[in-house]
């Protein structure tokens, strides 16, 4: 029980909500194999077993249903524990952009520390990390590279990692090396300046196809076009991870080696408000093993995160 976390208990109710791990994982911004290991996790570690799932169908087994209700009224308590927390400490607005990703329990880290004001202009990592340099921003989750950090006069830490998978035509999931995929980038560095830098480091590192493109189509029915197109599985960008698949369209696992993409929360150096800085510990504190240290993992030589 002492390896149990809040976040893996607000992950049981959703996926019990849903009873869908697809649904439960868009729901919570993360991917789908990460929140399956999540449950195992809580599985093993509360010593029963929560769901029965198969290929097509999730159910809650009779331990589950059990514990269902006891885990939504301690979330209840923990929240309640949080609002008091911050209504004590008289805690001061920090505002946060983001991309297309943020942890499910955002709110719940900071709000003992301050009041987060998340942004609503969604923009692209590049775009969001200078709005942090120039002030405009407090706080950021982005994918950033050293470079970046130096021209920004900005910190990283890490705060979650996406393993990217090839998407195919045919029938065939099996597990695909880099060097056989392809990897698209955009024209229009406006949108995707980061992940045209983090795209061709891939190209470079692993002998990926690389395949510039001027229709957007990184994501969407543009990309699902390429891929039709493509004599390679095309490997998925971040923001496309969540996005379901046509039907004539398989996911296929990306090996030797396993790319991995990083997000990043940064913040100014020369920043001094402690509601920034506690907000920045409360929102990293606890990042659990995200695979990007593994022997067959791969991140950009310029990932902060690499070493």
């Not at 439960?24 to 093993?44: C, M, T, V």
């Not at 009041?115 to 120039?134: E, F, I, K």
């Not at 590279?145 to 910190?155: A, I, M, S, T, Y």
């Not at 996406?162 to 029938?171: I, K, S």
Request: net charge negative; proline share 7%.
């Amino acid at each position: 029980m002492e390896q149990v976390e809040l976040r893996q208990l607000q992950y049981f109710v959703v996926v019990a909500e849903e009873l869908n791990f697809r649904r439960a994982a868009d729901r919570l911004f993360i991917a789908g194999p990460s929140l399956s290991q999540q449950i195992k996790a809580l599985e093993h570690d509360l010593g029963v077993r929560l769901f029965d799932r198969d290929r097509r169908s999730v159910t809650l087994t009779p331990a589950g249903a059990a514990l269902l209700p006891h885990t939504r009224s301690l979330l209840e308590r923990a929240e309640d524990l949080r609002s008091r927390a911050a209504r004590i400490s008289g805690s001061e607005p920090v505002r946060l952009g983001y991309v297309n990703w943020l942890p499910p329990d955002l709110n719940a880290r900071a709000s003992a520390v301050a009041r987060l004001h998340v942004d609503a202009w969604v923009a692209p990592s590049h775009t969001q990390a200078a709005r942090v340099a120039d002030g405009s921003l407090d706080l950021a989750v982005c994918w950033i590279d050293v470079q970046g950090l130096e021209r920004h006069n900005l910190n990283a830490r890490l705060l979650g990692a996406d393993r990217l998978y090839a998407v195919t035509a045919g029938p065939d999931p099996a597990p695909v090396r880099a060097g056989d995929t392809a990897v698209l980038l955009d024209d229009d560095t406006t949108s995707w300046q980061s992940w045209n830098v983090y795209a061709q480091q891939i190209a470079d590192d692993t002998g990926a196809q690389a395949e510039h493109i001027l229709d957007g189509g990184i994501t969407g029915p543009a990309f699902f076009d390429h891929v039709r197109r493509s004599r390679r599985p095309i490997i998925n960008s971040p923001k496309g991870q969540t996005t379901p698949l046509p039907p004539d369209l398989i996911q296929r696992p990306v090996i030797d080696p396993k790319i991995y993409w990083t997000w990043s929360l940064v913040w100014r150096r020369n920043e001094v408000r402690s509601a920034v800085l506690t907000t920045v510990d409360a929102l990293t504190q606890g990042t659990t093993d995200t695979g990007i240290h593994a022997p067959d993992a791969w991140l950009p030589a310029t990932d902060p995160h690499r070493v």
